[in-house]
């Protein structure tokens, strides 16, 4: 009899731990499946970028074109490998950059609102960008084409080193990095706001349009350095996942699974400030991805970083992908800032997920 009673609890136990199992299995089947068809949704969206654009080149004529280059004539091999095919890949490598910046800085600082704006990133390489534009002052030895996003890299990354400075100085918490970094971003739109005030007409113009953001200056010289700065931070932010998510359920219980959180912030806002000022200053100022790519990822994979970080990759991608193509389609026959399409994007998927969030409460 007491046999038979023990054996009623095991059982149950035992059962209930193999539901447990199988629930587990069924989540991690969901995250990715949730990855792989984000990946399938991104690159469909690159290739109506890819395809899309004022020139007659239809969708037959670009992928012949792109697997068999030479059976199109020299205008449209130009076209297609020197304009279309470098704004497609810089879109998509521009929103996997601002999105991982975004959900290392949201994860770092504990704040859903972080993005590269947040830490006054964004408007430290503006500034840079304006002091090149306006006053022609950069750093030397740099061809003049590459002056402004040499000046808005070097100065994205100055305000970097002058938050940590601070940061250790006052042994600054997530709450006062955050505050830091929105008193540099307002020191430097202050700044940023007397060159315009100074500039000539042209260079007003000019500078208007880069802090716009725009796709325009894709070239493969652009799309070789993004892509090798992700290809040299994304593997460390992988590694770190599992401290990432630890990090989520607050320091001190992340110091208890082993984490050394100062490090481990550290090391995230360095990787996200250098994705961020490089894709800043090859494009401009770029609104919304960093700040919504993270927050639709969390909605289809949840908290778990080794799901979150490549989600919000994806999710960042799609966004920029589908803004370049509204900026080339919305006006016909005119490439408008890519930063106007994101806004026109992100602000209603923002807007429905912050509605989401209120009801599920």
């Known amino acids: 009899m007491m046999h038979a009673d023990g054996a009623k609890p095991a059982a149950a136990v035992s059962a209930a731990g193999l539901r447990t199992l199988d629930g587990y299995r069924r989540l991690m ?6 990855v792989a068809l984000l990946l399938i949704v991104a690159l469909a969206s690159a290739l109506t970028d890819f395809v899309s654009g004022p020139s007659s080149l239809g969708l037959a004529d670009a992928l012949r074109g792109l697997f068999d280059p030479e059976s199109l004539a020299r205008g449209q091999r130009v076209i297609l490998w020197e304009v279309r095919l470098p704004i497609a890949v810089l879109a998509i490598l521009v929103g996997m950059a601002l ?58 990354l100055g305000a970097l080193l002058l938050l940590q400075v601070l940061a250790r100085t006052h042994h600054a918490g997530p709450e006062t990095l955050v505050l830091f970094g929105i008193t540099i971003g307002f020191a430097a739109g202050a700044l940023l706001s007397l060159l315009q005030f100074v500039a000539s007409e042209d260079a007003l113009q000019q500078l ?28 460390f932010s992988w590694r770190a996942a599992r401290r990432l998510t630890a990090l989520r359920l607050g320091d001190d219980r992340a110091r208890s699974f082993g ?13 996200a400030s250098l994705l961020a000022a490089t894709a800043v200053a090859l494009v401009g100022t770029i609104g919304f991805v ?56 992100g602000l209603p998927v923002f807007l429905a997920l912050i509605t989401r969030r209120h009801r599920r409460r």
Do not use: Y
């Open 259 to 271: 984490v050394n959180v100062d490090r481990l912030r550290l090391w995230a806002l360095v990787r």
């Open 29 to 34: 089947r969901r995250r990715r499946a949730s």
């Open 99 to 156: 999105a991982l910046a975004g959900v290392e800085m949201q994860t770092i600082l504990g704040n859903p609102l972080a993005e590269p704006f947040t830490l006054g990133v964004s408007s430290s390489a503006a500034l840079g960008a304006a002091l090149a534009i306006v006053l022609g002052v950069g750093i030397p030895g740099f061809d003049l084409s590459w002056l402004v996003p040499a000046n808005a890299f070097v100065f994205a």
């Open 290 to 345: 960093g700040l919504v790519g993270p927050h639709m990822a969390r909605l289809l994979v949840g908290e778990d970083h080794r799901f979150l970080l490549p989600a919000s990759v994806l999710c960042g991608a799609l966004l920029m992908s589908l803004a370049s193509v509204i900026s080339k389609t919305l006006v016909p026959g005119v490439l408008m800032p890519v930063g106007i399409a994101t806004s026109l994007v």
């Open 208 to 235: 208007v349009f880069w802090t716009m953001g725009s796709l325009a200056r894709a070239d493969w010289p652009s799309v070789g350095l993004l892509a090798a700065v992700l290809a040299a931070t994304m593997p």
